[in-house]
């Protein structure tokens, strides 16, 4: 079976970073895929009657934790989804190290499904809390050490790096943060997430009143 020479020599031409992100966006479409089957369907069989409205709503009230888990990890690989292309567009091909970076990044992406469904089942036990959080925090630490990378290659303005970092910060702080507190309340350290929809807007609007002063 012969095959286009004009393609291959297309593809091979094709700038790295693109096929970079192609990987990256396939990978990170089947861990949001993955993320949902994390959330179990009630059987017919537990309900006395399958038919009622409320012990329906019963059973599935019973797996909140895992549509909570679910909804957490969904939002947080979004936002790196976005902070991950925009990094990978203003390095392009001009550092050789960014593609083992991306690779972590994309091995704690992977790891998330397992870690949401482990915090799903076990939402009271401190250990799954903190597996949860750390996989959240190694991810961030990999996208951090991109936006490093190219501040330091001059690719990425100061601006731009300053403020990539402050957004990006804010998911190690609070998830060190919640890695501790889960020892004392797995309840607190979750609520504790309510930052991490918070404070990335708060820097934006923070960083952006810096810089037009």
Known sequence: MSSDPGATRQRDDEPRVNRLLQLSD????????LLILQIRLPAPGQLHNPDSATELADQLGKGSAEFISYAISFYVIAQFWLVHRRISRLLGDQEDGLEWWNFAFLFTITAMPFT???LGSFVANPLA????????LIASLATQAMILIGRRKGLVSAPKARAARLSAAAVPIVMGVSIALAWLSTSAAMYF??????????????????RAD
């Open 26 to 33: 396939g990978v990170i479409a089947i861990a949001l895929t």
């Open 129 to 136: 809390v903190d597996i949860f959080a750390a996989n959240l």
């Open 193 to 210: 997430w309510i930052l991490l929809a918070v404070a990335p807007g708060a820097i934006n609007r923070w960083s952006s009143r810096a």
């Open 116 to 118: 949401s469904a482990l």
